[in-house]
């Protein structure tokens, strides 16, 4: 089985800075495109920041220039910088990995996974 796991939210001050990880482990060949959405009460799950195998970029509007995405191929790892964090921030950040090609039992399957999510705080 595939698996997401995020770390590094938290309790942070306006215009602080936290760095978001998500490790996706399993028997996995490649992962396509890796991403990060968040989700606030009520509202629906938005993209904020995605990233190919071959480390082409997207950002939300709302981040740009703020929020930088890198990967790790080798360690099936992406992160998410995020400075000048705004109260506006506070959300639930969602790992997802799309696209991953990998070995479940006796077969290749490919198929999106997300991550259990980790909360951001920002906040004086």
């Known amino acids: 089985q595939v698996q997401l796991v995020e770390s590094g939210g938290g309790l942070v001050q306006p215009g602080g800075s936290l760095r978001l990880s998500c490790v996706a482990s399993?028997?996995?060949?490649?992962?396509?495109?890796m991403g990060w959405y968040r989700q606030a009460p009520g509202k629906q799950r938005e993209l904020v920041a995605g990233?190919?195998?071959?480390?082409?970029?997207n950002y939300a509007d709302s981040v740009k220039g703020r929020f930088t995405i890198s990967r790790d191929n080798a360690k099936n790892t992406v992160y998410l910088q995020m400075n000048s964090l705004k109260p506006e921030d506070t959300v639930v950040y969602y790992c997802?990995?799309?696209?991953?090609?990998?070995?479940?039992?006796?077969?290749?399957?490919?198929?999106?996974?997300w991550g259990q999510g980790t909360q951001v705080t920002v906040s004086s």
């Open positions: 399993g028997s996995i060949f490649s992962i396509n495109v």
């Open positions: 990233i190919t195998s071959r480390g082409n970029t």
């Open positions: 997802k990995a799309g696209g991953v090609r990998a070995r479940i039992a006796t077969l290749v399957s490919l198929d999106d996974y």
